[in-house]
């Protein structure tokens, strides 16, 4: 089994559109999670962290649950710019070594 | 905003060659990675570095890889004999401690022909 799996895609849609990603993780051991996005052959950027209390950045939203191993994102509001693959992340130890799930594709279309 | 810079951005290099790649993370940053990330595939761990020795290496880090902070800013990965292989984006980042996500440099495109 992946240590981080997420649906690839790609997921086409039209501007203003809401659209979650989800992802699970296999190693209990990971205590930090992240979004990050990454632009086609460009470095991942980090969108935002993932707590489980949930956290919103704008149009964004992100939750964790430590029960189910499953962290989602949600796009509101998708705009062309936001077209690009998204990244879940898990980090663990002491030094924070991340393990990136292969990405989940959006295309958002006028 | 402060930025992780990588040189060069592009390296084409022959087998079994030696390459350096080369990195200047955050000033402020403590903690220092070597990823990469081969064509169509996702970004994969190579090594952390903390406090002048490696901190964690994966099974991709073997021996034909070293990393190196010569002078206090620059921070390099050396592959030895470089194979086929090899050739992927590889990506240095940085972290500030207390901190956990990290910044990423723009990359290295590595291709071994």
């Known amino acids: 089994r992946k240590e981080v799996e997420q649906d690839p895609g790609p997921f086409n849609v039209p501007e203003g559109a809401t659209v979650a990603f989800n992802c699970t993780y296999s190693?209990?051991?990971?205590?930090?999670f992240f979004w990050y996005r990454q632009d086609c052959r460009k470095e991942p950027k980090l969108l935002m962290s993932?707590?489980?209390s949930g956290n919103e950045d704008g149009r964004f939203t992100a939750q964790l649950n430590r029960a189910s191993q499953y962290i989602s994102l949600l796009i509101r509001d998708s705009k062309l710019s936001d077209s690009a693959t998204y990244l879940c992340v898990g980090g663990a130890g002491g030094g924070n070594k991340l393990t990136f799930g292969t990405g989940t594709q959006l295309k958002v279309e006028l | 905003e402060p930025e992780v810079t990588q040189t060069p951005s592009h390296q084409v290099t022959q087998m079994g060659q030696e390459v350096i790649l080369r990195c200047v993370p955050i000033?402020?940053?403590?903690?220092f990675y070597w990823y990469r990330q081969i064509l169509g595939q996702k970004v994969e761990f190579l090594v952390s570095?903390?406090?002048?020795?490696?901190?964690?290496k994966s099974e991709i880090f073997d021996d034909q890889f070293s990393v190196e902070r010569p002078d206090g800013s620059n921070f390099t990965l050396k592959i030895r004999s470089t194979k086929l292989e090899d050739s992927a984006m590889y990506f240095c980042a940085s972290r500030a401690s207390g901190q956990h996500g990290y910044t990423f440099g723009s990359g290295t495109r590595l291709t071994v022909v």
């Open positions: 190693n209990s051991a990971s205590q930090s």
């Open positions: 993932v707590y489980s």
């Open positions: 000033s402020n940053h403590l903690y």
């Open positions: 570095f903390y406090n002048n020795e490696i901190s964690e």
